[in-house]
C-alpha cells in the first residue's frame, strides 16, 4: 500500500492572495488620491447664500415689474421673489440714516425706485440669466451680493 499524498489546494489559496492585493490596491489608492488632491489645494466648498436685488427704473409701470418678476422666478429661490415697495425702500433708508437726518432731505416716498429681490443658495451663483432680465425694459440696475457667513466675508459680485 502506497501512501496518500497530501493535496494542497493551491488554487484556493491564489484567489484568496490575489483578493488581498486587489483590496490592499485599492485602500492604498483611494489614500494617495485623497492625499495628492488635498496637497493640491483642493477644498470642500460650503454653500453660500446670495441675494439678487433688480431696482426698477422710477417710471416703470406695472407690466414692466411683473414680467421682470416672472423673469426671476425662473431663478432657484429660497423664499421666492418679494417686492420692496417704494415706501418700504423710503423707510429702509429712513432708518440706515437715522443718524443724520440731513441725508433725507428732499427725499420722498414717490422718489424711490422699487426693487425685486429674491434669495439663493449655492456653492457658487451663476450669473448667466441676468444680462437677459438687465436688457429687459423698465430695469435699471442688477445688483448680486454673496452674504457673510461666520468668519468668511460677503462681497458683491460683478456680474
Known amino acids: 500500500m502506497s501512501d496518500p499524498q497530501p493535496t494542497d489546494d493551491l488554487s484556493g489559496r491564489r484567489w484568496l492572495r490575489l483578493l488581498a492585493v486587489v483590496a490592499a490596491a485599492l485602500v492604498l489608492g483611494?489614500?494617495?488620491?485623497?492625499?495628492?488632491?488635498?496637497?493640491?489645494?483642493?477644498?470642500?466648498?460650503?454653500?453660500?447664500?446670495?441675494?439678487?436685488?433688480?431696482?426698477?427704473?422710477?417710471d416703470a409701470d406695472t407690466?414692466?415689474?411683473e414680467a421682470v418678476q416672472r423673469r426671476l422666478g425662473e431663478l432657484p429661490a429660497v423664499d421666492g421673489v418679494r417686492l420692496q415697495t417704494r415706501e418700504q425702500a423710503y423707510?429702509?433708508?429712513?432708518?440706515r440714516v437715522?443718524?443724520?437726518?440731513?441725508?433725507?432731505e428732499g427725499?420722498?416716498?414717490?422718489t424711490m425706485p422699487e426693487s425685486l429681490h429674491l434669495?439663493?443658495?449655492?456653492?457658487?451663483?451663476?450669473?448667466?440669466?441676468?444680462p437677459l432680465i438687465r436688457k429687459m425694459?423698465?430695469?435699471?440696475?442688477?445688483?448680486v451680493v454673496m452674504r457673510p457667513d461666520g468668519s468668511r466675508p460677503g462681497a458683491e459680485l460683478g456680474c
Not at 425694459?137 to 445688483?143: F, Q, T
Open 63 to 65: 407690466t414692466q415689474r
Open 98 to 104: 437715522a443718524g443724520d437726518p440731513t441725508q433725507m
Open 30 to 58: 483611494s489614500i494617495a488620491s485623497t492625499t495628492a488632491m488635498l496637497l493640491a489645494g483642493w477644498r470642500y466648498v460650503p454653500e453660500r447664500e446670495f441675494t439678487v436685488a433688480v431696482v426698477m427704473q422710477p
Open 137 to 143: 425694459s423698465g430695469v435699471d440696475r442688477i445688483r
Open 107 to 110: 427725499i420722498e416716498a414717490a
Open 119 to 130: 434669495t439663493t443658495v449655492g456653492r457658487d451663483f451663476d450669473c448667466g440669466p441676468l
Open 91 to 95: 423707510e429702509k433708508l429712513r432708518q
